[in-house]
């Protein structure tokens, strides 16, 4: 009876260790959609901005600067964007390879399959 009650704890472990894990993988997940999609909304936000310049050229050689100007501030707001996107990247990585390596060690294979042959 105490070996049976043994397992069952163990089963219930490996269980809990799995949800936990996943959950814990999902909040990762979100929070890097959410950072992207506030990035992205941010970009668009700021490039959209750049066109008021151009509404109040006058003259040719004013619309020539403020599209030139605006040319430079989009290449730049881009630029940063992108960076920001890819950190965003790397740290959901490396949080989930973290997560992936406490898996490894909460669900060693022969752990596992000792468990389920004592059963």
Do not use: C, W
């Not at 700021?46 to 290449?75: C, H, I, W, Y």
Request: no cysteine; proline share 2%.
């Amino acid at each position: 009876m105490m070996k049976d009650l043994t397992n069952i704890a163990d089963f219930t472990t490996i269980y809990r260790n799995a949800i936990e894990l996943g959950l814990r993988a999902g909040k990762v997940l979100q929070s890097a959609a959410e950072r992207s999609v506030r990035e992205h909304l941010a970009y668009i936000e700021a490039a959209t901005s750049q066109f008021g310049t151009l509404n109040f050229s006058q003259q040719p050689q004013d619309l020539v600067a403020a599209q030139t100007a605006s040319m430079e501030k989009a290449r730049d707001q881009f630029a940063a964007s992108a960076k920001n996107l890819l950190n965003i990247q790397q740290e959901t990585v490396a949080e989930l390879r973290a997560l992936a390596t406490e898996s490894v060690e909460k669900f060693v294979p022969t752990n596992v399959a000792n468990l389920f042959k004592a059963a």
